[in-house]
């Protein structure tokens, strides 16, 4: 096969998307009936399946071509070629650079970064704890200075006996992008081999350490398969019965980093009781959910005491239900896993300004009691005689107590 050297034949060292080199080829070789290969190696060739002239020269299916490149230039260029209908889509040899860049601007810039944040570290017994703040800095904006920041604390937990580390980022702003970064470099194989387990807290903004958390929870269950999903449900306790908080999302086209639609937000979220996995044929196992209502969902007699009896209809007869059912594929659970039309949690408070009201009669009065949600729950469930799981429900009352003393 005769070979052309390119950079011999025209005085460029550039081929740019929009040169017309492609096009003076292709006119110069349009009537070739041999193969012939023409060698752009000692030029940076820029995108060529991007280039409009490109296709029209290799539609000649004599033309070969070689060129430096990426792991992906061949796969581009193979694309390009079966859009534009050639026969033979493998005419292209990719001469793939191995020179390692070094560039020590940045490695400099990076020792100056890890410098900042060396005053922020302070060994309690074996916990490394992190305040970020006294590195005088207002925000966490680049990927480059959460590495630095990460990078520190693997050089500051070497060699020592570190159990926990502990990153606080009190007054500081985390900007969009750089979370999921965080939660990644967390799971670093260093922490997992030294069983070091690091956490983040914040003490003014609780959803800024929620964000970083679910994308650890992303990376580490995100794309768990429906069997391990069903095996941790169970573990986790999600047998029949189980009283738990649903949240649905409103349908999108879209999904966010999480994998769920509208973003995460729910536009419904209900007390629910599961009421069992569910096998079908070819397809993963669903969940179903007997759900509440929120406008019926009380007690007869704190709906009768706070309503205007006019006549039969308006006595509160029963709660007003609805069945829902998911695929397990798209159903969260905790922050164990996501998933893209809802999320269940167990009814467990944090704080109470979380509590639910109930209206009891004393000494003729009608004073209003306020329960944390998990005891609000049960007393609604008990009062109506419907069956639930109390072992469960009782713990995350348990767990509500501990949490609210």
């Known amino acids: 096969m005769e070979e052309f050297l390119i950079s011999s034949e025209y005085q460029l060292t550039n081929v740019g998307e929009r040169s017309r080199l492609f096009r003076t080829l292709d006119i110069r070789f349009e009537t070739r009936e041999e193969d012939i290969l023409l060698d752009f190696s000692d030029l940076n060739v820029e995108k060529p399946w991007k280039n409009q002239y490109f296709p029209d020269l290799m539609r000649n299916e004599h033309i070969y071509i070689r060129l430096r490149g990426d792991k992906d230039t061949g796969r581009y260029i193979e694309g390009v070629l079966r859009i534009s209908g050639c026969k033979n889509v493998k005419r292209y040899e990719v001469l793939y650079e191995t020179r390692e860049h070094i560039d020590y601007a940045k490695l400099e810039r990076e020792k100056n970064m890890c410098a900042w944040f060396d005053k922020c570290f302070e ?4 916990t490394m704890n992190v305040a970020c703040k006294k590195a005088t800095i207002t925000q966490i904006g680049s990927r480059d200075t959460a590495y630095a920041l990460m990078n520190s604390a693997i050089n500051k937990c070497t060699g020592i006996k570190v159990t926990d580390l502990v990153f606080d980022f009190t007054g500081l702003a985390i900007m969009d992008g750089i979370h999921r970064f965080l939660a990644e470099r967390s799971n670093d194989k260093f922490f997992k081999e030294n069983n070091i387990n690091v956490s983040f807290i914040d003490n003014n903004d609780t959803e800024k350490i929620n964000t970083i958390e679910l994308h650890r929870t ?3 269950n995100g ?3 429906s069997s391990s999903r069903l095996e941790l449900l169970k573990t986790c306790g999600l047998v029949e019965g189980t009283v738990v908080i649903l949240q649905v999302f409103k ?8 994998n769920q639609m509208n973003d995460g937000k729910a536009v419904m979220s209900r007390v ?3 009421t069992g996995y569910k096998n079908r044929f070819n397809k993963d196992c669903s969940l179903s959910f007997t ?3 929120k406008k019926t969902f009380t007690t007869e007699r704190s709906h009768f005491l706070l309503t205007d009896i006019e006549d039969e209809d308006d006595l509160l007869k029963s709660l007003e239900t609805q069945n829902l059912e998911f695929d397990i594929m798209d159903i969260g659970f905790e922050d164990r896993f ?5 999320h269940i949690n167990y009814p467990v408070q944090w704080d109470k300004s979380n509590n639910l009201e109930l209206a009891r ?3 003729g009065d009608i004073v209003m009691e306020s329960l944390s949600l998990p005891r609000y729950i049960k007393e609604v469930l008990d009062s109506w005689d419907i069956p639930y799981n109390k072992q469960n429900l009782d713990y995350c009352i348990r767990i509500t107590d501990k949490n609210l003393s």
């Open 218 to 220: 992303l990376k580490n």
């Open 272 to 274: 629910a009781i599961f």
């Open 223 to 225: 794309s768990l398969p």
């Open 291 to 293: 759900t509440f209502k």
């Open 361 to 363: 009669e004393v000494d």
């Open 338 to 342: 996501t998933g893209k039309c809802g």
């Open 123 to 126: 060994l309690d017994g074996t």
């Open 251 to 258: 349908k999108t086209r879209g999904v966010n980093d999480f």
